[in-house]
């Protein structure tokens, strides 16, 4: 089992950048694909990025592709997003998921706490 642990979220004026964190506990980090969610008040969660177990392969999606960037660090059993040019409408809660096997833009059943990213216009 992997439990994850998010940090890095706050306030950022609109074009400024924030790094989130997750950091996983367990053994198998380095087996899971990660992943990256959002949740603004009143809409579903919404998929934002994912990484495969090796970190060769990533997903975004299409409204944060060339803004975001996903990466992960196996001996330090942590993944990343990078997140520049912000815009009032990135704000929302941020989720840190894992899922075993392949990389998926779906399915992921392990679900961090959530960190807050609230960007100001």
């Known amino acids: 089992q992997v439990q994850l642990v998010e940090s890095g979220g706050g306030l950022v004026q609109a074009g400024g950048s924030l790094r989130l964190s997750c950091a996983a506990s367990g053994r198998t980090f380095s087996s899971y694909a990660m992943g990256w969610f959002r949740q603004a008040p009143g809409k579903e969660r919404e998929f934002v990025a994912a990484?495969?177990?090796?970190?060769?392969?990533?997903f975004y999606a299409n409204s944060v592709k060339g803004r975001f960037t996903i990466a992960r660090d196996n001996a330090k059993n942590t993944v990343y997003l990078q997140m520049n040019s912000l815009k009032p409408e990135d704000t929302a809660v941020y989720y840190c998921?894992?899922?075993?096997?392949?990389?998926?833009?779906?399915?992921?059943?392990?679900w961090g706490q959530g960190t807050q990213v609230t960007v100001s216009s």
């Open positions: 990484i495969s177990w090796s970190g060769g392969t990533t």
């Open positions: 998921a894992a899922k075993s096997g392949a990389i998926a833009f779906s399915g992921y059943d392990r």
